[in-house]
């Protein structure tokens, strides 16, 4: 019976994405196995979706179950499930942003995961400047929807992840973040001017480090392209799938399907070249700033 052999796993990814690695082998070896989802379920006492869930990283891994699926999937080699059995314990390590559980929505716990073990992020803002690259003082503004004067522990407990999360940008291996902002953000004053010119001077800063960079969509061809914010997560690891991630009112989409990816990922290529090229997007910022 054919198997796949465990993928390597680069020292330093995070729960969130060992858990989506750990589940794709699993899928991998059931399918070699012939074995169907309802097969399995059986065999651990679940349901069909509990295994769908699994095999997508949706949820963790018990220990007992991951075993007992293995022996099924006729996976005897001590080496083999001595990995699963390890990427089940380093897969339910809680991430740093669990002691924050009671602020941080149940939709957004994953993407904070993922983001860490990106390899290349591209995004795409028309209303604010994207997360990892804002201040402290213009997030508080954006988090308590122009109330910083009001803000209460939740709001300084999202503030507190969002700051934590941009030393993603500072790490050994930070990925390349792709910025493209709608020409709109450099004028909505969010939290005050005093606040929007602090953070077009930020970004003026964080635009001399190589990994990132940032494209500005003027007004004459603002929303041509694509109507609503959204990211693309790219990943070094062979095991996980691209990611096009589209936030709402109160949820997120995860989108994983090669059409749906094609397509944000024409809607980018749009956006890049209707933008001005990054050193005119850098005069602009200079412009605005002088204007403030």
Not at 105 to 132: C, H, K, S
Not at 159 to 178: C, E, N, T
Not at 230 to 254: C, T, V, W
Request: with cysteine; aromatic share 8%.
């Amino acid at each position: 019976m054919a198997q796949s052999d465990p993928p390597e796993v680069e020292q330093g990814t995070g729960p969130t994405a060992r858990r989506m690695i750990l589940g794709t082998q699993l899928r991998r070896l059931r399918e070699s196995a012939g074995i169907t989802r309802a097969q399995a379920a059986w065999e651990i006492r679940a349901s069909e979706s509990k295994i769908s869930r699994m095999e997508l990283g949706r949820v963790g891994c018990k220990e007992r179950d991951v075993v007992d699926l293995l022996t099924m999937y006729g996976v005897h080699e001590k080496a083999e499930r001595d990995w699963a059995v390890e990427m089940v314990k380093q897969a339910n390590r809680p991430g740093w942003w669990r002691s924050f559980n009671e602020t941080l929505p149940n939709w957004f716990d994953n993407y904070i995961g993922l983001e860490e073990a990106t390899t290349r992020i591209r995004t795409y803002e028309l209303m604010f400047v994207p997360g990892l690259l804002q201040t402290e003082s213009y997030a508080r503004a954006v988090i308590s929807r122009g109330s910083s004067d009001q803000a209460d522990q939740s709001v300084e407990d999202r503030v507190a992840i969002r700051m934590r999360r941009q030393k993603l940008l500072a790490g050994q291996k930070p990925p390349r973040l792709w910025a493209v902002l709608d020409e709109a953000v450099l004028y909505r004053p969010v939290g005050g001017m005093g606040v929007l010119k602090e953070q077009l001077e930020f970004l003026l800063e964080l635009i001399k480090m190589p990994t990132i960079s940032l494209q500005v969509v003027p007004f004459a061809v603002s929303g041509f392209a694509v109507e609503s914010a959204f990211s693309l997560l790219q990943f070094a690891e062979p095991e996980l799938p691209n990611i096009a991630y589209l936030e709402h009112l109160n949820g997120a989409l995860y989108l994983e399907k090669p059409d749906e990816l094609e397509l944000y990922g024409r809607a980018f290529d749009r956006l890049t070249v209707d933008a001005e090229t990054p050193d005119r997007s850098r005069q602009m910022l200079l412009k605005r700033i002088a204007e403030i």
